[in-house]
């Protein structure tokens, strides 16, 4: 059975950090992209990051260059979202999802596997 459970959200100030973890089970991590997403109430979803399995790169929305790094442990069964220089408008909850490819640039609709997500929250 294939699962995606998310963990690490939380509450922070502006300008803190957490680190958001994504463990998967039900498949071997190694060879398939994982994109992590954000959801703000009323707003659409939208990808942060996507670690490509393929040619090992990693992509980033423009909105979270330079702040957040996204890295995987393929012996762990987990990826991880690493979020720094939190800004309020970072505020949403934060799924990892897979549709079993190993590249990344699949459109949000299309992934067909999803965590629960986690709640982030940046407010002062």
């Known amino acids: 059975q294939v699962q995606l459970v998310e963990s690490g959200g939380g509450s922070v100030q502006p300008g803190g950090s957490l680190r958001l973890s994504c463990t998967v089970s039900?498949?071997?991590?190694?060879?398939?992209?994982i994109a992590w997403f954000r959801q703000a109430p009323g707003k659409v979803r939208e990808e942060v990051s996507c670690l490509d399995s393929n040619d090992g790169k990693t992509i980033y929305a423009d909105s979270v260059k330079g702040r957040f790094t996204a890295s995987r442990d393929n012996a762990k069964n987990t990826v991880y979202l690493q979020m720094n220089s939190l800004k309020p408008e970072d505020s949403a909850v934060y799924y990892c999802?897979?549709?079993?490819?190993?590249?990344?640039?699949?459109?949000?609709?299309?992934?067909?596997?999803w965590g629960q997500g986690t709640q982030v929250t940046v407010s002062s």
């Open positions: 999802a897979t549709d079993f490819a190993s590249w990344c640039g699949i459109p949000a609709a299309e992934y067909d596997f």
């Open positions: 039900g498949f071997t991590l190694d060879y398939y992209a």
